[in-house]
């Protein structure tokens, strides 16, 4: 089917238009969202195989990503997409922490050699590598659900987000695919980062049924955010270092 404003063409079915954001519904009538999807392969693993599901759900969602987060059930409980994102998540991690232990044993033979005896040193290190096993899934799913709500506010900020908060927090949890490549030394971060954003703002615009622009801006709010902390911080600390190098100069005067 083409939208009526702008005449491009768009997939069947769709309440909204991808590029312009006009209702493609007739006045009066209602179009769920979500209507016409079906189940993940992971939320399917009990016919197709644990294993199957996940590795097939990841596959997926790294390499068809708008076909994945086009067909993604927006509804169904939080359990089935929660319990993917700490398994995925939990891999990388796990993957994140032994290059940690095993770089930074690597760096330890150019310390010198009383740091390296000292026992507060290995006792801090010992411990903080322990408290970060335990509290990691707590964290990681504390983490899950205030990025989902955070990305929801800001979607509802542009009348972006004609689903529910669950429709949010699967595209979140989903989006966590890209973490196993924490398995990459150095650069693992990097790349599952900027995959992970990728995925979050495909995820939306898809699961959400809007538009580009406004997924893009609750993608991008926090850093836009950030940024303008950032000179406004940059900006008051130079001017407080140029009235006090006024002052200075005043007074040698």
């Not at 693993?45 to 997926?60: A, D, S």
């Not at 955070?150 to 529910?164: D, K, P, Q, S, T």
């Not at 995959?195 to 622009?213: C, D, N, Y």
């Amino acid at each position: 089917m083409f939208c009526p404003q702008c005449g491009k063409e768009i997939d069947e079915g769709r309440a909204f238009c991808g590029y312009c954001g006009a209702a493609l519904v007739e006045p009066g009538a209602t179009a769920a969202v979500g209507a016409g999807r079906s189940k993940t392969a992971w939320e399917d693993r009990e016919n197709i195989g644990f294993f199957n599901g996940l590795l097939k759900t990841v596959k997926q969602v790294l390499f068809s990503p708008a076909e994945f987060f086009k067909k993604m059930p927006v509804s169904g409980g939080l359990i089935d997409p929660l319990l993917y994102a700490l398994i995925v998540g939990m891999v990388g991690l796990m993957f994140q922490y032994f290059w940690q232990i095993v770089l930074g044993n690597s760096m330890q033979s150019f310390m010198p050699q009383e740091l390296k005896s000292a026992a507060v040193y290995d006792m801090f290190h010992g411990l903080g590598r322990a408290m970060l096993a335990v509290f990691s899934p707590l964290l990681l799913v504390i983490g899950l659900f205030i990025s989902a709500g955070c990305l929801h506010l800001f979607l509802m900020m542009v009348n972006g987000a004609r689903g529910r908060f669950e429709a949010t927090f699967r595209v979140v949890s989903y989006g966590l695919s890209p973490y196993p490549l924490l398995l990459i030394p150095f650069c693992g971060n990097i790349i599952a980062a900027l995959w992970t954003l990728v995925l979050t703002l495909i995820g939306l615009k898809e699961a959400h049924e809007t538009t580009g622009g406004k997924a893009a801006f609750a993608v991008f709010f926090p850093f836009i955010i950030c940024c303008g902390l950032l000179v406004l911080v940059s900006i008051l600390f130079m001017g407080a270092i140029a009235a006090s190098f006024g002052a200075l100069m005043h007074t040698y005067k």
